[in-house]
C-alpha cells in the first residue's frame, strides 16, 4: 500500500467524501444489489462493532476500503472476514469473494479495490496485436501448475511463472502483455485478479469457467460474450485459440462486450455508493 493511498483517502475523509453517499441507482445498479446478498438465513450468532475493524487487525487495503464504505462511528453489530475467501459461511458475513453459487451468506463488498478493481486504457488496437496468447503470474496453487504444464509446447502461448519457486524469472509488464490478443486469466488464491484489467483493454480474456467472484460479479460473465472458455483442466487451449482465430468478427464482439462489462465497475465513486447499500440492506435483514 502506497503512502499516496493513505493520503486519498484521508483527503477524501476531510472532505466527506467518504463514507460514500447514495446515488440514484441505474437498472443494471439495482439487480447488482439483489445479487451481492443471497442469503441463505438471516440469523447472526457470533458479531462485532463495524467500527471495530483496525490498521492492527486488518490488511491496510481492506482498512482504506472499508471505511470509505461505512462510518467510523457506526458500531452495528455485523459479522466480516477479510483475504481471499474460497468458501461459504453459516451466517451473514461481509466479504470480498466467495464460491458461485445461487445462495450464499457471503455479502460481497468492494474490498481490496487497489488490486481487485484494476482498469486501464489500452493504446493497442486488437487488430495490431500478436496472434497469440500470454500469462505471467505466480504458480503456487495445483491449478495453476497445471495450467503452465498443459500450456508448455503450444507455440501460439508465452506463458511463464513469475512465482519465488521459479527458477527463471520471466516478469513480464502489463503494457507488453497487451501486445497479446489473448491474455490467460488464471484463479488462484480465490479469483482471478488480472481479470478486471484485461476485459477493460483491447484484448480478450482466455479462461476456464470461473468458480469464485468478487464485487466484479464473476458468476454473471458469460462464455463467448465476454470472454473464451477453455477446460477446467486446460486441456483445449492451442484447438480454442486456433478455432477463435478464424472468427474475426466473433472476437470483435467479445472484445466489445468485455469491455462495455467492465465500464460497469469503471467509477469507483459509484462502486463505494453502491457498496453503502449493500450494508443498509444487510442491517435491515439481518437479526
Known amino acids: ?16 467524501k467518504y463514507p460514500a453517499k447514495k446515488i440514484k441507482l441505474c437498472s443494471s445498479e439495482k439487480s447488482r444489489l439483489d445479487y451481492y446478498i443471497k ?25 482504506l476500503d472499508w471505511y470509505r464504505l461505512i462510518s467510523h462511528m457506526d458500531d452495528r453489530l455485523c459479522a466480516y472476514r477479510f483475504g481471499d475467501i474460497t468458501h461459504h459461511f453459516n451466517q451473514p458475513t461481509f466479504t470480498k469473494s466467495r464460491p458461485i453459487s445461487s445462495l450464499s451468506n457471503n455479502v ?17 488496437p486488437f487488430l495490431k496485436k500478436k496472434e497469440m496468447a500470454v500469462w505471467r503470474g505466480a504458480a503456487y496453487r495445483e491449478s495453476r501448475k497445471k495450467f ?22 520471466h516478469y513480464m509488464p502489463i503494457r507488453k502483455q497487451l501486445k ?15 481479470l478486471k484489467w484485461i476485459m477493460s483493454s483491447n484484448s480478450i480474456p482466455v479462461m476456464p469457467k470461473p468458480r469464485y467472484e468478487t464485487w466484479f460479479c464473476e458468476g454473471r460473465l458469460i462464455a463467448g460474450q465476454h470472454y473464451i472458455e477453455i477446460a477446467n483442466d486446460f486441456s483445449d487451449i ?50
Open 1 to 16: 500500500m502506497k503512502i499516496q493511498n493513505f493520503i486519498e483517502y484521508a483527503y477524501g475523509r476531510l472532505t466527506r
Open 39 to 63: 442469503l441463505q438465513n438471516n440469523l447472526l450468532k457470533k458479531t462485532c462493532a463495524a467500527n471495530s475493524v483496525t490498521l492492527r487487525n486488518s490488511p491496510s487495503s481492506y482498512y
Open 108 to 124: 460481497l463488498l468492494p474490498l481490496n479495490t487497489i488490486r481487485h478493481l484494476n482498469f486501464i486504457n489500452d493504446p493497442v
Open 148 to 169: 503452465l504444464s498443459a500450456s508448455q509446447g503450444i507455440q501460439t502461448c508465452d506463458v511463464a511463472d513469475t512465482s519465488k519457486n521459479s527458477l527463471d524469472k
Open 180 to 194: 497479446y490478443k489473448y491474455i490467460f486469466a488464471i484463479e488462484g488464491n480465490d479469483v482471478a485478479t488480472n
Open 238 to 287: 492451442e484447438k480454442v485459440i486456433e478455432t477463435y482465430s478464424s472468427q474475426p468478427r466473433l472476437l470483435s464482439e467479445i472484445n466489445d462486450e468485455s469491455k462495455q462489462y467492465a465500464n460497469m465497475f469503471s467509477s469507483f465513486e459509484r462502486q463505494f455508493s453502491l457498496g453503502r447499500m449493500v450494508i443498509d440492506i444487510y442491517f435491515d435483514l439481518i437479526k
